[in-house]
């Protein structure tokens, strides 16, 4: 049987950097695909759908979730999100990776699932520094920026939920962490029972 991929939770307040992060990640580690979300907020300048996210309305959303075709959901900043459950299912049963750009909502809920995936919490210096972030996007109004802020303090809590802690100060530092949790993630003893009972058989059954 074929070994299967990773899930890769990867959580946050806004403004930490997660989307910036994936995507380096993306380019630098093969065999790795991005979970598409799907979600009922508007796009944001430069976002393509199908790529970004799944840009739908509220009254889909609704139908996927009557349907069961979402493996978790949640609503964040006035809007829905949620992972297709079809898509990561056909990933990682095909030994590819896949990596989730997710709130603490949503990651809480894939870790009563799937328990064995890489949960890491990212964050940014500082609370001054978060903030700056979330400014400097410049794409969303001041009542959306201060809920943001606001629900940024709530998600900070949940840090003792997740596996992994990595601050994102400087952007090269943080992805080459991130990249060494998945690597000593790929070597643990207890994902290659497989393979390591194979190696034993062949070592065993050699002449000396």
Not at 69 to 80: C, D, S, T
Not at 98 to 123: A, C, N, S, T, W
Not at 173 to 180: D, F, G
Request: glycine fraction near 6%; charge should be positive; charged fraction near 35%.
């Amino acid at each position: 049987m074929a070994k299967k991929g990773l899930i890769i939770v990867i959580s946050g307040p806004s403004g930490a950097g997660k989307t910036t992060i994936c995507k380096e990640i993306l380019k630098r580690i093969k065999n790795t695909v991005f979970s598409v979300s799907v979600t009922t907020r508007k796009p944001r300048k430069g976002e393509i759908d199908g790529k970004d996210y799944f840009f739908i309305s509220e009254k889909k959303f609704k139908n996927m979730l009557k349907n069961n075709e979402l493996i978790e959901w949640a609503f964040v900043h006035n809007n829905y999100y949620g992972t297709p459950k079809k898509f990561l299912h056909r990933t990682i049963n095909s030994g590819k990776d896949i990596i989730l750009d997710i709130d603490v909502q949503g990651g809480r809920k894939i870790k009563k699932i799937y328990p064995e995936g890489i949960f890491i919490f990212l964050m940014p210096s500082s609370w001054r520094a978060l903030e700056k972030r979330i400014r400097k996007r410049a794409q969303d109004d001041e009542k959306t920026i201060k809920v943001r802020l606001k629900n940024a303090k709530k998600e900070i809590s949940y840090i003792s939920d997740y596996t992994y802690f990595v601050i994102n100060d400087k952007l090269e530092n943080a992805v080459k962490s991130i990249i060494s949790i998945i690597e000593a993630e790929h070597r643990k003893i207890s994902r290659l029972k497989d393979e390591i009972k194979s190696i034993v058989q062949r070592t065993c059954s050699s002449r000396i």
